[in-house]
């Protein structure tokens, strides 16, 4: 049987810790759009591994700070 594969993330988190940052000034920082924001954060749309090193530097965190996987079978 196949593994399925999930990624979660704590950008909410990570935005409400960084002085309650707008999925808005996210998105313009790594140069998406808000919507793509939203998407990500609710696991709808997995980003890039280019997006997801923006997103952590933009928070000063390692990228597995930021983004987790877990194998479900």
């Known amino acids: 049987m196949a ?11 990570l935005r409400f810790d960084a002085d309650e940052m707008t999925q808005k000034a996210l998105a313009d920082q790594v140069g998406v759009t808000r ?14 591994l280019e997006l997801a090193f923006l997103i952590a530097r933009v928070f000063e965190k390692e990228i597995s700070d930021v983004f987790s996987i877990e194998l479900k079978e």
């Open 3 to 13: 593994q399925k594969l999930t990624i979660t993330n704590s950008i909410r988190r």
């Open 35 to 48: 919507q793509t924001i939203v998407a990500i954060e609710n696991a709808k749309y997995y980003p890039t």
